[in-house]
């Protein structure tokens, strides 16, 4: 079984029926309704398209917009019918997905009529997009689910989809730009002579034929991609337009390791989805430029277009962007944190033990690191195949300081607690040497000549015999400092 995610788009002028794939799912599936196709290729219940299309004022050339998945091993149908009541060779739109054991897509005009095939293409047979243009349009009115007989079929539909959705978070890109059009329309030519000698003609865009793009990997409908302009018609059927352009389309952020610095490739994919035959994409290199972008919180690195032919010929623009956050703000807010937590750890390894100050800054440091994760799983994006190294390091900061609160428990333990037994003589001997009294900037203390024999004096003295492990309480921290701070250094190191 497999779930398979799509949107149907009918547009008024045609009647022109075509699908797109989602690679991505934003839909939460527990709140859409469900549909089972248990009785064959039967057509049994019929749901209004009146109460589960999606607004289409944007957009006046859309007759349907519906959203909807499927799980199924092969083989589902849909229907779209004028009525209720559909017999097998009655006018309707049937849709069939991974017909053949899931070999090829298919549209027809009737059940079981043949109209048109598209095979279907990559390593896992998805059936990305499919088109019909039918001249003679049906008025829709109902739609109905089925599947192949001995195959169930699970569909979801009528989804609570959110209206706005986050570039970074849904991984997605929006792309505002300027585009200089020009083709030649042969049914456009006329001599100057004959009217008045008038060379252009100024006309809106909707009175003469225009390219029909497509933006093949929209978040939404992927057609009215340019911005309503006037086109200029010359009299040798020169035709040129310079509209607007507003992109949005899918592009996976999906490695945060080096949040905020993080880079990324998106891919944009501009063709056509009729009159393609006839039609050959040019890119003017020499007179476009794919780097400038106005104040964003993303910086273009490199860009750059070149044309190509999808698996079923259609030809398309592919639009590569390179493009890095501009993270200087982000750096500074998530990161300033860890280095007040560093400085305030290192100190807890320099404080008295018979203070306050110890225990105190221990907590602080916890609750810094506690909240600054929180934060930071707010502000990441929580789809990422990889692990932001800012949530790395403060998960780290965070094991740290609790190594360094059990540190601190034991090292006033030892020096506020009175200690029955004298300190071993190895460690006596280590702790007063001078190697080790330099090295980690230990008060001096003189050993005794008879430190651990019977008649020893000093380690009969209560007060003498604590002076000792409140030495070794000291020295483990200093012990405890020399490895945190390269640790520390090396984050640091990291980050920059």
Known sequence: MKLVLYFLLLASSG???????????????????????????????????????????????????????????????????????????????????????????????SQKANMEMSPLEGKEKNCLFISWVDPDPLPLKYISFSAWSGIEAKWYFDCERPNDIEDEYKSTIEVHGMTKLTWLDENLTWDPNEYGNMETLHIYRREIWQPDFYLFNAVADGRGIFKDSLMVAHSSGLVEWNPAMYLKAWCALNDMAKWPKDVHECHIILGFIKDFDYTKLDFNRNDSSLLYHDSSEWAVLEADLYSSSDGLGIPVFKIAFTIQRISNTYNTIFFTPFLIISVSLLSTFWVDAFGKMKISLNCAQLILSTVMLLLLGLFIPSHSVSVPYLVMLYSFTLVATVVSVIIAIIVINLSRNNQKSPLPHYLYKALTSKVLRIGLHLPKMDMSEEYGKLNDSFTKSPEKQQLIWILLGIAIDRISFLIYLPLIIYAIYLNY
Do not use: Q, W
């Open 15 to 109: 009647l022109e029926v075509f699908a797109e794939f989602y690679k991505t799912n934003i839909t939460d599936l527990s709140k859409c309704k469900v549909h089972y196709s248990r009785s064959g290729s039967v057509y049994s219940d019929f749901y209004s398209l009146s109460e589960l299309v999606e607004d289409t004022e944007d957009n006046n050339t859309l007759v349907v917009d519906f959203h909807f998945a499927v799980l199924a091993p092969s083989d589902a149908h849909i229907l779209l019918a004028p009525s209720t009541s559909v017999d097998k060779g009655d006018p309707a739109y049937e849709i069939v997905i991974g017909a053949g054991g899931d070999t090829f897509c298919d549209i027809r005009r």
